[in-house]
């Protein structure tokens, strides 16, 4: 999406600007025609330099820039994800011995059906089903040359065209009380989507929360993991 040139996506050229596509708070379905709005975000600076950062791993599809979401959610409907839903190292070494078979959640928009007035995501459903220990061989589109990526397999109908949806771990009780399956958590991202199949791959969370934490952002709470209520 910001580096089509890295993974070898026709057409080749890298964009100078993506836009946001979001829902506005304020929207009158009876009487107004657009209920979502276009936010630009500048991947080059004045000088050409690119303003994401991504991981020193080449095998690694994620990429991390910084917005001014607090401007964005005066007038949009956005929520963030906290730090404290990635999975601490523990966690996510847990999931890679036994976590095959647990369920997961990812939600993002339908390309044949976006929504015309609004963003309608499409919530979907499935399971981890394998994370193998070396890197994939994946070409972004038939007939390219693909490229190694360090993946997780996710048993879910995730389309092409979802690519950086979130995907949440789910354990039973999770709405409510969760005895002994552990806590909610955002897994990672989807990266691709294998045709033919209800196989998607995703690129863990461990390497978003790494390219953060190698942005030095100084204001940024980095706890992953369970937050202690304070008490009153």
Known sequence: MLDPQWA???????????????????????????????IPVSLRSN???????????????????????????????????PISLFPTDEEAETRKKSGIGEEILSAGLLPTFPGVRRNYPFFKFGNISNIPD???????????????????????????????????????????????AGRPMLLGLQSISFSGSDVAGMTSARFIFEIIESMSIGDADLHRGVVEQKQK
């Not at 095998?59 to 956005?78: G, H, K, M, P, Q």
């Open 8 to 38: 070898g996506c026709p057409p080749h050229q890298n964009p100078i600007r993506i836009f946001l596509r979001l829902n506005r708070k304020i929207f009158n379905p009876a009487g107004e025609s657009d209920g979502v709005g276009y």
């Open 134 to 180: 070396e890197p994939i061989e994946v070409p972004c589109a038939p007939g390219e040359p693909p490229r190694l990526l360090r993946l997780w397999f996710i048993a879910a109908n995730l389309v092409p065209g979802n690519s950086g949806s979130p995907i949440f771990l789910v354990p039973p009780g999770a709405g409510g009380i969760v005895l002994g």
């Open 47 to 81: 000088s050409g330099t690119k303003t994401f950062a991504t991981d020193p791993d080449d095998s690694v599809d994620a990429a991390v820039i910084l917005v001014n979401a607090r401007t964005i959610a005066a007038e949009y409907e956005i929520d963030g994800v």
